[in-house]
Every structure is written in structure tokens, then in C-alpha cells.
């Protein structure tokens, strides 16, 4: 099946480390996105890339890192330096090739600092 | 910058009734897309509907219609025969129809959505 997966499902972090939340897709897409979602509100995003090697900052980039070496991954990472990291993370991404250019969602990985 | 607002944080409506969720948006662009977002308890985002900002008609799916005011800038979603599964968040969400640009969601704050039995 066609999808987008992440993983860890959960994740817990000790203040002061780095983590690195996986965004797999097979649904051949070029765009792919980071969003945050804080309890009770809306996504934001937070870094998106439209083609491999080739990234850029969202609305609440700082604090967060990503790559996209290959065109199926989008893994982000959240450093030591994003002060409130407790959040549910979102991966999404959109055909861009003159199909229905709607974005899709993988589960989402809840991110909770200890 | 556009912005999205759902001015209803809950609702609630009784099984097989219909229910109303209102979205407002402020933009100075003509061509964009609109969108509806469910979120049940698996946190796992679902398309319920989409609407292209060019088209006067109203996009249908089944139980689910939208009623687009462009001059107003209003989107809301009708659901039609509620039933127990539609309890959900809804997001309405924005997209620029620019294709040079991120082709980023802009979301509202989102309306949860009870349905009584």
C-alpha cells in the first residue's frame, strides 16, 4: 500500500538532547513537510522541501534541522536549542506533478520531553 | 500573510441530525484552495473535502458539502445524517494557488465535534 509512514510512534527526550523523528513515503511525491500540533490547536509548519537536496524554513523553524537526501525521507530533528519540543509531530506530502497536488498525512509521532 | 479562523471550538449534534462547522479566511489572493481536515482520537489527519477557490460550484462528498462564499470569505461544512464516527476535530485549511511558493497549509484553530447517540 501507498503511504506515508513515521516512526518512533512515541518518543521521549531528556532535555538537552537531540531526537530524530523518521518521515517515510512510497507514493512517489516530490513536496514533503513538517508541521507541529500543539494541544488544542492547529498545524504549523515547520520546515518543508520540494525537491531532494533542497529544504526550507517553515514558520517555527527554529530550534528543529531536517535533510532530504532521497526522495522518499524527510527525517526531522529536534535539537536542544527548541525550548518546548513537547508536541505531536506531522509529516505530510503532496504530488506536485499535476496529480490532485492535495497533501496527505502520515500517523504522527508524539514527542513528549521528561 | 493569510490567517484561517474557526470561531467554534466544540459543537455538538445529535445522531443522524445535521451540523454546521463555520471557517472564515483572510487573504488578498484570488486563486487558492480550501480545504477540510477530520482528526479522530488517532490523531490521524483525513481529507474530508477540498474546494478550488476558481470553481462557483460547491464540492460534495457523500454525507459532506461545503457552502463557499469567495466575496465573504466563509467555508463551512455541512454534515449531513451525523453519525457516531464523524466525532472528530475539523480543521478548515488554506493553500495559495501560486505554483512558485510552498504549497504550505495554513490551518484554523479547529472545532471538536461531539455526536450524541
Known amino acids: 500500500d501507498g503511504g506515508i509512514t513515521q516512526s518512533p510512534k512515541y518518543l521521549f527526550r531528556k532535555e538537552g538532547q537531540n531526537v530524530t523523528l523518521s518521515c517515510e513515503q512510497n507514493?512517489?511525491?516530490?513536496?514533503m513537510y513538517w508541521y507541529r500540533q500543539d494541544p488544542g490547536q492547529g498545524l504549523r509548519l515547520i520546515y518543508y522541501s520540494q525537491i531532494v537536496n533542497d529544504f526550507q524554513k517553515g514558520d517555527i523553524a527554529e530550534g528543529y534541522s531536517v535533510s532530504r537526501e532521497k526522495k522518499e525521507s524527510f527525517p526531522l530533528t529536534v535539537t536542544s536549542a527548541q525550548k518546548n519540543p513537547t508536541a505531536f509531530y506531522l509529516c505530510a506530502s503532496i504530488d506536485q506533478t499535476g496529480g490532485p497536488d492535495t497533501q496527505y498525512f502520515g500517523p504522527g509521532t508524539r514527542l513528549t520531553v521528561l | 500573510a493569510q490567517t484561517v479562523t474557526q470561531s467554534q471550538p466544540e459543537m455538538s449534534v445529535q445522531e443522524a441530525e445535521t451540523v454546521t462547522l463555520s471557517c472564515t479566511y483572510d487573504t488578498s489572493e484570488s486563486d487558492y484552495y480550501l480545504f477540510w481536515y477530520k482528526q479522530p482520537p488517532s490523531r490521524q489527519m483525513i481529507l474530508v473535502i477540498r474546494?478550488?477557490?476558481?470553481?462557483?460550484q460547491n464540492a460534495t462528498e457523500n454525507r459532506f458539502s461545503v457552502n463557499f462564499q469567495k466575496a465573504a470569505k466563509s467555508f463551512s461544512l455541512k454534515i449531513s445524517d451525523s453519525q457516531l464516527g464523524d466525532a472528530a476535530m475539523y480543521f478548515c485549511?488554506?493553500?495559495?494557488?501560486?505554483?512558485?511558493?510552498?504549497?504550505?497549509?495554513?490551518f484554523g484553530q479547529g472545532t471538536r465535534l461531539t455526536i450524541n447517540p
Open positions: 474546494q478550488e477557490a476558481y470553481k462557483q
Open positions: 507514493l512517489n511525491h516530490d513536496a
Open positions: 485549511a488554506y493553500r495559495s494557488g501560486l505554483i512558485q511558493g510552498a504549497q504550505k497549509l495554513v
